[in-house]
């Protein structure tokens, strides 16, 4: 499949943006950094949610706006569709996305791994750190999750979970 | 001809008027499409059986006042475009085409980074394409 050079490069964007803020922007405050990196998604979910919900009639509840995301918002942004959708009916969604593109290319470190065996107090630390660094990589994509569904209206919070790479599963709650 | 276009957020905040008349009675037109916020929340809310169904986004003609028609589009994101037109034979063909190609200018309006949602729209390349797209109104069914 032939790789777009726009799609190289939004990768490349999106990593530095999340370096920039973690590392530079708000050096120890990764919670502050997370918010913004999120208020960010929120604006580009806002106005994706304008241009890709034009052809369409309006949606009658939150189930179809949410089969709307995981059908063709996901096909349009990341060329694929989510591949499992649960609900427990009563106002919370988990979409899991089993190759998310933007995680695709991320390893952790296996240096970090060996040295389990070695010294069971410094890995956890270690293993922590990287779950932590690509969690900060889930905050756009959360942000956009919640820039489009509030546009029509859903009010909503979004997180995200990185089940093993690059398998992750975003949890939407929605404020009744 | 159309006299008047407008723009209204979903909570019935204005973020574009524009008035294509030389009269200055752009207070009457404002007045006319404030009125017609109430009949499109209505429809809305209230579907006909015999009008359009209860989700498509245009809505049709809303109501004629003195020797105005008025006409609504309600898009997924609660956004209302209003149309006042004087013509006396209108095709509804025409108007939807209208409203696919002033929903297309809005989309591209908003999707400037600049743009602050929930503020007025002050591009002027906006201003350009409406006025664009009203002078052809009704063209195409003159042919």
Known sequence: MVREVSESCLDNLLTEVVSCYCNRFYPNKHDLAARRIEAIGYQVGHQLSERYTMERPRFNDHLEAIKFICKDFWLELFKKHIDNLRTNHRGTFVLQDNKFCWLAHMSIDPLADSSKSADGSASPTAGNKATHAMKMHLYFPCGILRGFLSNLGILCAVSADILTLPTCAFTIRIKA | ?143
């Open chain 2, 1 to 143: 001809m159309i006299v008047c276009v407008a723009v209204v957020g979903h909570q019935n905040n204005p973020l574009y008027i524009q008035s294509f008349t030389e009269a200055d009675d752009a207070l009457k037109l404002h007045h006319i499409v404030h009125c017609s916020l109430d009949v499109v929340d209505e429809r809305v809310n209230n579907p006909k059986k015999t009008g359009p169904l209860l989700n498509e986004t245009f809505l049709g003609l809303l109501y004629p006042i003195e020797n105005f028609k008025v006409y609504g589009y309600l898009t997924n994101t609660k956004v209302k475009f209003i149309l006042v037109t004087t013509d006396l034979d209108v095709k509804d063909a025409d108007v939807r085409n209208f409203f696919r190609r002033f929903h297309a200018a809005y989309v591209d309006a908003v999707s400037n980074p600049f743009h602050v949602p929930g503020k007025k729209i002050t591009s002027r390349t906006f201003a350009e394409r409406v006025s664009t797209i009203v002078k052809s109104f009704g063209l195409s069914s003159a042919v």
